[in-house]
């Protein structure tokens, strides 16, 4: 009994796998792939038109409404009760599916969803807080495999058994909401993290104190001490009272300590002119492939109308992720430099990007929409990977955490002002096919974008490679960046002074 307490709490395995079977149930969903003819099909009964332009873009909205907060909230909370709270929220999506009848269960459904997925941040990131960092690429690859085998798989289940067995689609959201439960259970049995990547505790604080730890930033501690010291002479409290008070998880120290850390982290991320530009393509193509991937079964059902065809969105979904997953491979064997090339990729590849989804907004072939669908997914994965390894292998973990959460958010933004003006009937309220034609637009301007900034950066290397190599350097400062663990320290020394 004492050895597996003892793997819970400090092996990398346990919660390795834990959280790789519940990527897995999560991202497990046979009904997704037919979410749109289930709400315009005869159990809902939503029209086309208010699906597109009222009922989509509340989660849109939502999501942007949710995201920064629950961010915070999943490193202060320390990340296993987030998971919690997804799996809770995928459970109640699915009971509203089955259940709930009429528009206003579905517009809540929206809120809801965008709280499933503002609080995605929590996968990856908790398994980071709880694993050493030797083991953050073997984890790293099982937990993508797990959601790629978990959504791959779903999406195969869900076209069988529509095709093959003529399954009814409320039989198939029955069957997600039973998967889904079973990953709520598991989430439960994530072990909990001793510590934030920006909040932390006293315990954690002592815990991440070496000896060769005996810096001190003097003007932090002495920023906290004042603070702390205005604070008890306003509340009449002994120094007793106030030293204690420091020493909790929502003490002044670990706050001042967690935003100062968050601000290095952020002037670290953004000082490099370089991580600036892929930051950029992150968060214009992050929100053009939103609109794409919200909108493709509207347009799908469109072009063929389910009620009367047959429809393989699932087989599309699952051919999706296998390509994707190709794609994303292949990067890794590829042996190109990306500081050179790189730009001029993003360019090239938003232009396949681009044609694909004039493709699916032009063309009247529902399988010729199905190969664009399949080409533009493909390619964006693609992109996504390149730009992933080129932020994370130029910054620290908690660098990249906050990173990963400003371009999301601005990509979000981005994707909110997409849809009030282009999608929602208070706006333009425009039809599917004008809204891919716009969508098609909007990737052909990146493209241009980046194939003006790709060629000359890959120019300038050619022709005179010295001096680029100087403006590089000139271009990006390096950050003295303040670690976790010196504000650890600090905390530590200060506490010892109270």
């Known amino acids: 009994m004492g050895s597996w307490a003892k793997l819970k709490s400090t092996g990398w395995v346990f919660p390795t796998a834990v959280l790789s ?29 208010v699906v597109t332009n009222y009922l989509f873009p509340i989660w849109t909205y939502s999501y942007l409404a949710v995201l920064f907060p629950v961010f915070l909230l999943t490193d202060f909370l320390r990340y296993k009760p987030v998971i919690v709270v997804q799996g809770l929220f995928l459970v109640t999506n699915y009971v509203l599916l089955c259940f709930a009848p009429g528009l206003t269960a579905m517009t809540f459904l929206q809120f809801n969803y965008a709280v499933v997925t503002s609080t995605e941040v ?38 069988m058994l529509v095709s093959l067995a003529g399954l009814d689609y409320f039989y198939l959201n029955a069957i997600s909401l039973g998967i ?59 120094r007793t009272q106030g030293a204690g008070s420091s020493t909790g998880w929502c003490s002044l120290h670990n706050v001042v ?12 991320s953004y000082s490099s002119r370089k991580l600036v530009y892929w930051s950029l393509w992150w968060a214009l193509a992050t929100a053009g492939y939103g ?5 493709i079964q509207l347009m799908w059902d469109h072009i063929e109308p389910s009620s009367t065809s047959s429809v393989y969105n699932g087989g599309v979904e699952a051919i999706c992720a296998v390509v994707g997953a190709a ?44 190969a664009g669908y399949v080409i533009f997914k493909a390619s964006y994965m693609l992109l996504i990977t390149i730009t992933t390894f080129q932020i994370a292998s130029n910054l620290s973990m908690a660098c990249f955490a906050l990173t ?20 929602d009937e208070t706006a333009l309220g425009l039809d599917i096919i004008t809204q891919f034609i716009i969508y098609g637009s909007y990737y052909a301007a990146i493209s241009v974008l980046f194939l003006i900034r790709g060629m000359y950066t890959a120019c300038a290397h050619h022709c005179h490679p010295k001096q680029a190599m100087d403006q590089e350097q000139k271009e990006d400062p390096k950050v003295e960046m303040p670690s976790s663990d010196q504000f650890c320290s600090d905390h530590r020394q200060s506490s010892i002074r109270d």
């Open 404 to 423: 990963f959460g400003v371009n999301t958010f601005v990509a979000l933004l981005l994707q909110t002002i997409l849809t009030a003006i282009v999608v």
């Open 291 to 295: 609109q794409v991937f919200n909108y």
């Open 327 to 370: 794609a994303a491979f292949c990067v890794g064997h590829v042996k190109v430099t990306w500081d050179v090339w790189g730009e001029l990729s993003l360019g090239v590849f938003s232009a396949v990007g681009a044609g694909a989804v004039f493709l699916i907004g032009l063309t009247s072939n529902i399988w010729a929409s199905y």
């Open 122 to 159: 929590a996968y990856f990131s908790y398994i980071y807080s709880v694993i050493p960092p030797e083991r953050y690429q073997r984890a790293t690859g099982y937990l993508r495999s797990a959601m790629l085998t978990g959504s791959t798989l779903g999406a195969t289940i869900g076209q």
């Open 180 to 238: 889904l439960s079973i990953a709520f259970l598991i989430s439960i049995w994530l072990p909990m993290p001793q510590q934030g990547m920006f909040f932390r505790g006293e315990k954690a604080a002592l815990g991440l104190r070496t000896k060769g730890q005996v810096e001190e930033e003097a003007s932090a501690v002495e920023e906290v001490q004042d603070a702390e010291e205005a604070v008890e002479d306003g509340a009449g409290s002994g």
């Open 21 to 49: 079977l519940y990527g897995f149930f999560a991202n497990c969903r046979p009904a997704e792939p037919f979410l749109t003819p289930y709400l315009i099909g005869p159990y809902k009964n939503i029209s086309e038109e």
């Open 257 to 268: 300590y967690a935003s100062r850390l968050l601000w290095s982290s952020f002037r670290e």
